[in-house]
């Protein structure tokens, strides 16, 4: 699936929907939010009272119309996605609410600010975080209701946006910076080590092992990233040789 923007448009050109939030955004952070009417949003974007009304009905469905796309948008992504590595699907989903956050400066860091100024507006972003949590924790159950994998679900998909809320906020912090892709891709590889094998398709308990326990021993074989595969087929052969040293 290709990504979107988060803004209601194509990689053409800004559409007339994201033109009237850019436009209230930048009304809000300059005449104050509270301050600023509805009619003063119609005018500022150049479009009618009613069309306005007809299209957000407030304020705050302004402000927040871009996410409610995205999560239709990511909503749609996870019910398509193949169930081999739901992990991986949940951080790729991740990454496309990211980068409908950076694409659009324009209206993604005047909203942080907003956000932090306003309480109201802080809990309705809380509330729609946690529908992405909610839709995260869904899929990654895949129908079950309790057990390890529910428990591993619940725990990853709050990790997953943890994670990607530390990165954004410290790229909003100092938007001048790069956009730190990298820090991103090690903050959802750090948060899915350990729960993300046990919610792979693959990682089902080992035949014959009693309560469903896998087999304890284990092969470790160390090589430099830049070793190539005769030398790791050696050190696995010198492992195998010898597993106690």
């Not at 300059?30 to 949003?41: F, N, S």
């Not at 400066?105 to 946690?130: G, H, K, N, W, Y």
């Not at 990654?140 to 619940?154: D, H, K, P, S």
Request: with cysteine.
């Amino acid at each position: 699936m290709g990504e979107v923007s988060g803004s209601g448009r194509e990689r053409g050109g800004p559409s007339r929907h994201h033109e009237v939030v850019a436009a209230a955004v930048r009304l809000f952070e300059r005449e104050g939010y509270d301050a600023t009417t509805m009619d003063a949003v119609a005018a500022e974007s150049g479009v009618s009272r009613r069309s306005l009304f007809r299209r957000f009905g407030s304020k705050e469905d302004i402000l927040f119309a871009e996410h409610d796309e995205l999560f239709g948008t990511v909503e749609s992504y996870l019910e398509a996605s193949p169930a081999g590595d739901p992990a991986a699907t949940v951080c790729a989903a991740a990454r496309m609410v990211f980068r409908a956050y950076v694409d659009v400066p324009e209206i993604t860091i005047p909203r942080f600010r907003l956000v932090r100024a306003q309480s109201r507006l802080r809990d309705r972003e809380i509330a729609m975080t946690a529908r992405y949590q909610t839709a995260f924790s869904r899929y990654l159950a895949r129908g079950e209701t309790e057990g390890q994998r529910v428990l591993a679900g619940e725990a990853l998909a709050a990790s997953v946006i943890a994670a990607h809320n530390h990165v954004l906020r410290s790229w909003l912090h100092d938007p001048q910076q790069p956009v730190p892709w990298q820090r991103f891709d090690r903050a959802m590889e750090f948060v899915t080590r350990s729960l993300g094998a046990v919610l792979r398709d693959d990682q089902s308990p080992a035949a014959g092992t009693p309560h469903g326990e896998a087999d304890e021993d284990v092969l470790v074989a160390v090589y430099p990233a830049s070793a190539g595969k005769h030398e790791v087929l050696r050190r696995v052969r010198a492992a195998l040789d010898d597993p106690e040293g």
